[in-house]
């Protein structure tokens, strides 16, 4: 039980390049969430997902797109990277129960 | 915009005393309450869930006030191990999402 991976681990682009972080959940959860963390500025929602199949906006969805592509995997696309999405992005998935979230390790990205 | 608002610290204290941390929520209608732990370039991970009637869990002691709305962390006997950033976690930010909202966090150092 690997709980929720994330891939890349780190990621340097160049403005205007695309890139897609992945992030798999094997604990079937139906509730999946992407977020950015800055200093001074805490975790922010930028898409969130309550089943398969349906995606909604959270606080800072701008320059950003989401896929659930099934129940494991929710990905989310940077189409034309800017300097202002450098930062730490971290998946989370949510046990229906609860209002409990699990993290993954994150991905560090870095536009120049 | 729905906030939670933390003391950004650091607070420097040395092995084996006492501290506590509070928080302060603007949703009055939220239900779910959470401290968080995140150590450096790590994911925040669950610390302890925050009940109406408080709970302790070994050295930690979580209390929830709705009339002020607050909640507090109580770290007994502080090791090296405590130190990280503690996350205040509070449920439903609102616009329909089922995300939670996160205060900035409470940097903690512990000493020798």
């Known amino acids: 039980n690997a709980g929720v991976t994330q891939t890349p681990k780190f990621q340097v682009l160049k403005t205007g390049q695309s890139m897609t972080l992945q992030c798999a959940q094997d604990m079937n959860h139906n509730s999946m969430y992407w977020y950015r963390q800055d200093p001074g500025m805490g975790l922010r929602l930028i898409y969130y997902s309550a089943s398969e199949g349906t995606t909604d906006k959270g606080e800072v969805p701008n320059g950003y797109n989401v896929s659930r592509l099934n129940k494991r995997e929710f990905s989310l696309r940077l189409e034309s990277a800017a300097p202002s999405q450098t930062s730490v992005y971290f998946c989370?998935?949510?046990?229906?129960?609860?209002?409990?979230?699990?993290f993954g390790p994150g991905t560090r990205l870095t536009v120049l | 915009r729905k906030e939670v608002e933390q003391d950004p610290g650091p607070f420097n204290v040395p092995e084996g005393a006492t501290v506590a941390f509070n928080c302060t929520y603007s949703?009055?209608?939220?239900?779910?309450f959470f401290w968080y732990r995140q150590d450096c370039r790590k994911e925040p991970k669950l610390l302890m869930s925050v009940y109406s009637s408080g709970n302790e869990d070994g050295r930690f002691t979580a209390q929830l006030n709705r009339a002020s709305q607050y909640i507090s962390l109580l770290i007994r006997d502080s090791k090296l191990s405590d130190s990280a950033t503690y996350l205040c976690v509070v449920n439903g930010w609102g616009g329909g999402a089922d995300g939670l909202t996160f205060g900035k966090g409470t940097h903690l150092i512990i000493q020798p």
């Open positions: 989370a998935s949510r046990t229906d129960r609860t209002d409990t979230q699990y």
């Open positions: 949703n009055s209608a939220s239900q779910s």
